[in-house]
């Protein structure tokens, strides 16, 4: 059966607030490998191809979570992109900025704030960001609710797993607020 994606909402239902949006970000990037980042990706392909552009010309790490479904679908997707066009070189420094909670719309707002602090209109205007060579669309979700907490896309940003709302650092199979469910998968 597949898993719930019903919405755990802090305040009663009728009030209709969330807390956070199910919004896809923007990522921004150049230099080696960066053309893999072009598109639409989910979050835990970002993990993969910050890994691969760092390790290329050595031996892969081996990562406990690499039985993971949703760790194996991203590794998928990057293998398949790689196929697609030759790039050569290692990354040799990687910065990954996390604004939290500035998805496609708050970069849009920021942009037309930023222009008009200048005298402009704000359309014309260019983020410093948004003058890299390569542009993407993150997909944000948890496996258990559309709208994500930033515990979970902050896992999968770092270890390419997919997990629930409300816990980090840990696969799908944990259940939040029962510490003994990662005490027998500690190597």
């Known amino acids: 059966e597949a898993p719930s994606k019903r919405q755990e909402a802090l305040f009663p239902a009728e009030e209709l607030w969330e807390t956070h949006s199910p919004l896809d970000v923007g990522v921004y990037a150049r230099g080696p490998w960066a053309q893999l980042l072009g598109g639409v990706q989910e979050q835990g392909y970002l993990f993969h191809v910050l890994k691969h552009a760092m390790e290329a010309g050595q031996e892969p790490a081996v990562v406990r979570q690499s039985e993971d479904r949703w760790y194996q679908k991203s590794a998928r997707r990057l293998q398949a992109a790689v196929q697609e066009g030759p790039t050569r070189g290692r990354a040799r420094n ?17 942009r037309i704030w930023m222009g008009q602090q200048e005298g402009g209109y704000g359309d014309d205007y260019v983020l410093p960001h948004e003058r890299m060579p390569v542009a993407g669309i993150v997909k944000t979700f948890n496996s258990n609710a559309q709208t994500p907490d930033s515990a979970g896309t902050a896992t999968q940003l770092n270890a390419g797993l997919v ?7 840990v696969d799908e199979a944990a259940r939040r607020g029962r510490c003994g469910d990662t005490s027998a998968r500690k190597e």
Request: aromatic content about 8%; proline content about 0%.
């Open 94 to 110: 990687v910065l990954l900025f996390i604004a939290d909670g500035n998805g496609l719309a708050s970069n849009y707002a920021t």
């Open 163 to 169: 997990t629930k709302q409300g816990v980090i650092g």
